[in-house]
């Protein structure tokens, strides 16, 4: 019986049902580790999207040493209200990361027997996110074996994305990420109970300053969906900007603040090219720069 088998049954499941999960599920993940294969072979925007899409329908072994009740080695049911505990470790550089796993035998190559849940998608970006890890590591790999599954990492930038239903696009030398909504969700805007420090928006002040194109800057909360409450940042670029300086724009406003953020922040710029949001994000939100008229 394999790890799909003792996952996906159910008490008084019928056959039928239970052949069709199990087969989605295990169809999933394969399609999951063959798009981590394409983009080792070539990382190109085609092979990333292929990737982000598979992330979001796989499902995600996460061993665990905090269960209620006696860690017994294997699998363990959620029915959500069981508290557990995501485990982090140190890798060799320091950075905190989250290991995972595509199947129970990648997960046994890598720790042997250990009580292990899994989280689909969206659901495991959520809760990582909800930690101070750094990266989320795929089938990790061991320095003394050969690897048996494909490895990888995901940052924290693109998991932070993927738990709000969005798809990585770009990553830039300025450290922002582009990002597209893949379907509609709900959107929850307002002013949140504690601002950001003022030292963020004056770095956004003061480099919206030697940028001509902005007319103004406003600030709000933004939510996507069941996603994490962050900023929101609408920008009122002059009328006719070309999309090249836009992109250049989001960049430097992003690499002023970058330094300044905590592992757990994160801001999204919304150009008024968007339109109907940016002017919701007006709406709801404060200003905190407008261009002196000369």
Not at 104 to 114: I, K, P, S
Not at 162 to 171: D, K, N, S, Y
Not at 259 to 277: A, H, I, Q, R, Y
Request: charge should be negative.
């Amino acid at each position: 019986m394999g790890i799909f088998d003792k996952l996906f049954r159910t008490r008084g499941a019928s056959a039928n049902s239970y052949d069709a999960a199990d087969a989605q599920a295990r169809a999933d993940n394969l399609n999951f580790m063959r798009a981590m294969e394409a983009v080792a072979k070539l990382d190109s925007p085609k092979t990333r999207r292929a990737l982000y899409e598979s992330m979001q329908k796989a499902w995600f072994l996460v061993p665990t040493d905090r269960m209620p009740g006696p860690a017994v080695p294997g699998k363990h049911v959620l029915d959500g209200r069981t508290p557990v505990s995501l485990a982090i470790i140190r890798d060799a550089n320091g950075r905190k990361v989250v290991p995972s796993f595509t199947d129970e035998e990648a997960l046994a190559y890598w720790r042997g027997a250990t009580p292990w849940f899994a989280m689909q998608g969206a659901s495991f970006f959520q809760g990582v996110v909800e930690t101070d890890a750094d990266e989320i590591a795929i089938n990790p790999p061991l320095p003394d074996k050969p690897m048996i599954r494909p490895t990888g990492r995901i940052t924290r930038a693109e998991f932070q994305a993927l738990a709000e239903g969005m798809i990585p696009q770009t990553t830039g030398t300025d450290n922002t990420l582009q990002m597209e909504i893949v379907k509609p969700q709900r959107v929850f805007l307002g002013m949140p109970a504690q601002m950001p420090r003022h030292e963020i928006f004056d770095a956004l002040a003061a480099s919206a300053k030697s940028l001509p194109d902005i007319r103004a800057l406003y600030f709000c909360q933004i939510v996507f969906g069941e996603g994490t409450p962050h900023g929101a940042i609408a920008i009122d670029l002059l009328p006719g900007t070309p999309q090249l300086q836009t992109d250049n724009v989001i960049g430097v406003l992003g690499s002023a603040i970058q330094p300044l953020l905590s592992k757990n922040e994160l801001f999204d710029f919304f150009p008024s090219v968007v339109g109907t949001l940016v002017d919701a994000i007006k709406k709801e939100g404060e200003p905190i720069y407008v261009a002196s008229l000369q």
